[in-house]
């Protein structure tokens, strides 16, 4: 397992990549080293390509852009205007965008450790905020790295020689996708153990998890769950079919 | 005098939402609007040095009583439900409109460097923002701004009270 061994750091978009970058290499940010940051931002990109996960378009958008200014560094300084004033340097541009964005980043940090009304402080009553709406944001943006994970855990638990081989199954995406509809339809919901933990072989857990990251792709199925380390719940993408179907 | 900060105290207790003071006033008639004012920030000093459970929240114009921080803990394990959370990205784009309002999403969008539809439309849901016109250039785009409710959250008299962004500028990095 170790040789795909991946830290992921979950970033808000390019600006947070590069500024991440910057402040781990520790270099200003008025005179970034372009080459060596071009560098590793590709491989972050490369490692997130590896886990399959759609890399933003922002993310290709920066990806020129870097590309664009190593090559202008590359170009000899030359006077343009008559009065004599050098080209700005190309990265400058960049320079602001990145201060502007972690000023406001640090904002939006600060504004996270302010007294939040139902988070710290709490008014007479129930909470008006409607309680779904969190819940999707999470499934939106966190589940695709957290089934990953959850996914190398299961997978971390086979040892080999758990059972035995008998006569290899010929399995398929689509016979996968079968029989979570089925168990879906049978159960309502299960959770994302079950589903695993029910697979014999290594093959199959494989086959399984690709079946179900198919079928949150088309928004068939949706994974939930409560709190980052819960419980991942995989559930009917639209909530209220069933019981129209049925009733 | 006592009699004004109990009858304050009672409105204050009753209402679901942060109780302006124009209204308190209008529902006072037989007391002077000085007097009133006195009487809520006596109110409010009485609530602060008792250091109970509870204080007298000064926010979007309004008061409000509300269980301190300190008990939180208790307090989310009584309500059950998941204590409201706003995600990063959420966070983000809520600083900026709140610090360059009124703005369109384009700008949003440069300044994160990714887009923000997702984000606005969850925002816009849970009225933290709201659309405050359009802006009169080609194609006639939306700007946003910040909502009471957003203040209410947030803990904010009104939005001079949000610290300048030069005091998260000299904070050090996380």
Redesign the interface.
């Known amino acids: 397992m170790t040789g795909y061994e991946i830290r992921l750091n979950i970033f808000e978009g390019p600006l947070d990549l590069l500024l991440y970058l910057i402040r781990k290499n520790e270099v200003d940010i008025y005179d970034i080293p372009i080459a060596v940051i071009t560098e590793q931002y590709f491989q972050h990109l490369d490692r997130m390509s590896t886990l399959n996960l759609d890399i933003a378009s922002d993310y290709l958008v920066m990806a020129s852009t870097l590309l664009h200014i190593k090559s202008r560094m590359l170009l000899p300084v030359h006077e343009t205007r008559e009065n004599g004033e050098t080209e700005e340097d190309p990265r400058m541009d960049l320079a602001r965008q990145l201060l502007e964005y972690e000023t406001f980043k640090k904002a939006a940090l600060a504004m996270d450790t302010m007294p939040l009304l139902h988070r710290d402080v709490f008014p007479r009553g129930a909470s008006p905020i409607s309680e779904p709406a969190p819940e999707r944001e999470l499934v939106r943006e966190i589940t695709v790295f957290e089934l990953v994970e959850a996914f190398r855990d299961v997978l971390g638990r086979w040892k080999e020689g758990d059972g035995m081989e008998v006569n290899r199954e010929t399995l398929s995406v689509t016979d996968r996708i079968q029989e979570i509809l089925e168990l879906l339809n049978r159960k309502g919901s299960f959770t994302f153990k079950e589903l695993l933990e029910n697979a014999q072989d290594r093959t199959r857990v494989i086959y399984t998890f690709l079946a179900l990251l198919e079928l949150i792709k088309l928004r068939i199925v949706k994974a939930f769950q409560a709190g980052p380390y819960e419980t991942i719940r995989i559930r009917p993408g639209v909530s209220h079919a069933g019981s129209q179907g049925h009733s | 005098m006592q009699d004004l900060k109990a009858i304050l105290e009672a409105l204050i ?1 009753v209402s ?1 939402t942060p109780v302006p003071f124009q209204r308190l006033r209008g529902l006072l008639p037989e007391w002077d609007e000085g007097i009133i004012r006195e009487s809520l920030k006596s109110l409010v000093e009485d609530y602060r040095s008792r250091e109970g459970g509870l204080y007298v ?1 000064e926010v979007s114009g309004g008061y ?6 300190s008990v ?1 803990e208790w ?1 989310r394990r009584f ?1 059950k ?12 784009t ?3 409109i ?2 360059r309002q009124p703005v369109v999403k384009a700008e949003i969008d ?6 923000s539809s ?1 984000t606005l439309r ?1 925002l816009l ?2 009225n933290l923002v709201r659309v405050a016109g359009r802006k009169d250039i080609p194609g006639k785009p939306i700007i946003y701004a910040t909502t009471a409710r957003f203040l ?4 904010l008299r009104d939005l001079s009270e949000l ?1 300048t ?1 030069r005091d ?2 000299d ?1 050090t ?2």
């Open positions: 207790f679901d929240a409000q009583i509300r269980s301190r921080e939180r307090v309500r439900e998941r204590p409201f959370t706003l995600s990063r990205a959420a966070l983000e809520l600083a900026i709140a610090y440069v300044i994160r460097g990714v887009d997702g969850n849901e849970k209410e959250l947030f803990h610290p962004l998260w500028k904070m990095a996380p």
